[in-house]
């Protein structure tokens, strides 16, 4: 089976701009969640998605925002992007909602934000 | 607010010793410990994990963690190094609010 796969692999944007990430999950997961993960820091929960509601957000402005699809894959949006915003985005996903329930990642899209 | 730390940033072994990489949680309530693994341009990968029972866990690739509630802790051990071991090691834990929370990660470097 395919692990979760992510597109972009790389992205280079200038401040100011919009930027849409994908992630499709692991067949049969309906979970997806999203971290931000900054060079030298361990990733930072953004958001968690499950059954198309938001279920979890963490402390992140609302430049940020996401959705999920009825096929269970998610985009997440930065708008007006900052030099900040630069990092790895790392989406995860798991068949549930549970604190124990294994989060499965997939390889990040690569954001420099120029 | 749940917090882990890791204590080093980078850890350097010889191939062969053993490798022990540190990780503290703050909480309240024990939560579910994780740790993860990350090569080079790559997302991470589940080690092993600590939910609920034996308080030795056994992961892939020959690592194993205790969980000791009264040190808060929740350390990474592999008794003999490889050199393909050498990689960045994240501890998490995740509590009743969604998701995961990380440590800042140590970088594991294996001396041959």
């Known amino acids: 089976d395919a692990g979760v796969t992510q597109s972009p692999t790389h992205l280079i944007k200038t401040r100011g701009q919009h930027v849409t990430l994908r992630c499709s999950p692991i067949?049969?997961?309906?979970?997806v969640s999203w971290y931000q993960q900054v060079l030298g820091q361990g990733p930072q929960f953004i958001f968690q998605?499950?059954?198309?509601?938001?279920?979890g957000r963490g402390n992140f402005p609302d430049r940020f925002s996401a959705r999920q699809f009825p096929n269970y894959s998610s985009e997440l949006n930065v708008n007006a992007l900052l030099l900040g915003d630069s990092a790895l985005y790392l989406c995860a996903s798991s068949s549930g909602t549970a604190e124990y329930n294994e989060q499965f990642f997939g390889p990040g899209t690569r954001l420099t934000v120029l | 607010a749940q917090s882990v730390t890791q204590l080093g940033s980078h850890v350097s072994v010889s191939e062969g010793a053993l490798v022990l990489l540190r990780c503290n949680y703050s909480s309240s309530v024990p939560p579910y410990l994780f740790w993860y693994v990350q090569y080079p341009n790559q997302g991470l990968q589940l080690l092993l994990k600590y939910t609920t029972g034996a308080t030795l866990v056994k992961g892939i690739n020959g690592f194993e963690a205790e969980f000791k509630k009264s040190e808060t802790s929740f350390h990474l051990t592999k008794p003999s190094a490889h050199m393909s071991d050498a990689a960045e090691y994240f501890c998490?834990?995740?509590?009743?609010?969604?998701?995961?929370?990380f440590g800042k990660g140590t970088l594991l470097t294996v001396n041959p």
């Open positions: 998490a834990a995740g509590g009743s609010n969604y998701k995961l929370t």
């Open positions: 067949s049969g997961h309906k979970s």
């Open positions: 998605y499950y059954e198309k509601e938001e279920r």
